[in-house]
């Protein structure tokens, strides 16, 4: 008997989805440590393949090699999507008989990130398949959205067989599953979720989208360390993921590709959490500032940053205060910690301000995670702003990295951000010297200050 149950249990590694008879503290594929888990396999894969013979036995349409040159180009390869920043973010539309996976945690708004896409294409046939929402749950959500379509069809469903059936009942132009991790194939014993299941159904699903031709939406969970649940090759086999990040205390959100084999990586989509759905947010320098009405704070600087090819304003507020305690605090948000520990050792060394013996908080507004370097002179003058206690004008902006002797040093694309700064009615930009050499400045209507080195950039901000 308890051979039998051996014989049916298998360990797979949750990072590469490797498998391995018994247990085994690490990985033998990948090398990773402690990733095994057991599962219930059948002894067989015979059954699995045919699992998929809905969308095409595996083998059964043999591939023919063929010239690149000779490869016709579909006529229409990107379908657009509704939504202008998922277009963005998909590297200009959807393409056909690509897998895109949309990870995020849960009540974050992917359901009704997707449902509001599929609702507003009326040209297309769309099968959305929930596994965690009954077809009337999915009907009020559309009647919140305020939109109704008669080509979008909806069915609560769990098994992979069946989703099958559906399929070809419907002949989908376009798949939604929600969410990978709730369907299971029966030729699989673990249950849903598992990385089996996981892996065996993102596989037979791709290879339907490859085989018809139709793109394939997979939206999918976060485990706690905020990476997508399930095997890592869910990743390695989708086209693109998608994730779908924000702060619980604010209402926006951000959609960034995290791997897109058909557009760039940094792209980046936000939207709004409305009563009625997400809204699109086209200017986010507007929720990156504080409205601060005119009135001027200490602690507060303005940069310019730009994620993909887009620029836009972030404020960077900072709080430094004597040290009540022994050892200062130091505690970042939205910033990386050890650069701003580098920022302060410049500070402290190179301009002289005495910080060792103070804590200093620092936060970019908006929920948002910055790794642009440009921050760098932002986040040091709102620093050195709470610090002597001055305000930085409100229609002041900065941007530029600070090196470890105190040097602004040029970024990438200071036209675009300067440009930028001037369309929001920004007065004065602070930038790295010689970095807008050669651009027409006549047009603009704001002041673009050049610095070589943090102590200039202080006597021009606070005298
Ligand atoms: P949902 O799309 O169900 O999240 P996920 O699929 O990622 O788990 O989003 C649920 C949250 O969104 C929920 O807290 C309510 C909120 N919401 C709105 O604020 N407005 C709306 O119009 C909708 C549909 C949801
Ligand atoms: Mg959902």
């Not at 099968?127 to 965690?132: K, N």
């Not at 999915?138 to 099958?164: H, P, Q, Y």
């Not at 409305?274 to 507007?286: A, D, I, K, M």
């Not at 990386?336 to 190179?350: I, Y």
Request: with cysteine.
């Amino acid at each position: 008997m308890a051979k039998t149950v051996k014989e049916r249990t298998r360990w797979f590694c949750t990072e590469c989805g490797a498998d391995t008879p018994k247990w085994e503290g690490r990985c033998p594929s990948c090398g990773a440590w402690n990733t095994l888990v057991e599962e219930r396999v059948l002894p067989t894969k015979k059954t699995i393949l045919s699992a998929g013979n809905a969308g095409g036995r595996a083998g059964a349409v043999r591939s023919v090699p063929q010239r690149v040159s000779e490869i016709q180009a579909g006529d229409e390869t990107r379908i657009q999507m509704p939504s202008k920043e998922l277009n963005r973010v998909l590297g200009g539309g959807l393409v056909s008989g690509s897998m895109v996976l949309i990870g995020g945690e849960p009540g974050i708004g992917k359901s009704t990130l997707v449902l509001q896409n599929v609702l507003a294409i009326k040209s297309r046939k769309i099968l959305y398949v929930s596994g965690e929402e009954s077809a009337t749950q999915i009907k009020m959500r559309a009647d919140r959205l305020g939109r109704m379509s008669d080509n979008c069809f909806v069915v609560t469903e769990t098994s992979l067989e069946n989703i099958f059936t559906h399929i070809a009942e419907v002949e989908p132009q376009l798949l939604i599953v929600d969410s990978i991790q709730t369907i299971a194939s029966d030729a699989i014993e673990s249950a849903a979720g598992s990385v089996s299941q996981v892996r065996e159904c993102a596989a037979t699903l791709l290879r339907y989208a490859k085989e018809n031709n139709v793109p394939v939406l997979l939206i999918g969970h976060i485990n706690k360390e905020g990476s997508l649940a399930g095997p890592k090759v869910l990743e390695h086999i989708v086209d693109a993921v998608l994730q779908f990040e924000g702060d619980r205390q604010y209402m926006y959100r951000i959609l960034r590709a995290t791997k897109n084999r058909f557009g760039n990586t940094s792209e980046l989509g936000i939207y709004e959490m409305c009563q009625r759905g997400l809204r699109e947010v086209t200017n986010p320098s507007e929720m990156l500032m504080s409205r601060r009405d005119g009135e001027d704070l200490s602690g507060c600087a303005i940069g310019v940053t730009l994620e993909g090819i887009r620029p836009f304003l972030i404020e960077a507020q900072a709080l430094v205060s004597t040290a009540a305690y022994g050892t200062p605090q130091r505690s970042v948000t939205g910033f990386d910690s050890k650069r701003m520990n580098m920022l302060l050792a410049v500070l402290e060394k190179r301009v002289g301000f005495k910080l060792a013996q103070k804590d200093v908080f620092l936060n970019i507004a908006g929920g948002l995670k910055v790794s642009d370097p440009a921050l760098d002179l932002a986040v040091i003058a709102a620093i050195l702003s709470s610090n002597v206690d001055m305000p930085v004008p409100h229609d002041v902006c900065l941007s530029g990295e600070v090196g470890l002797s105190g040097e602004i040093r040029p970024v990438t694309r200071m036209e675009q951000r300067v440009r930028e700064a001037d369309k929001l009615g920004m007065k004065t930009i602070i930038i790295p010297r010689g970095a807008m050499k050669g651009v027409d400045t006549s047009k603009l209507s704001i002041e673009v200050v050049e610095v070589d080195k943090v102590e200039e950039a202080f006597r021009h901000l606070f005298g």
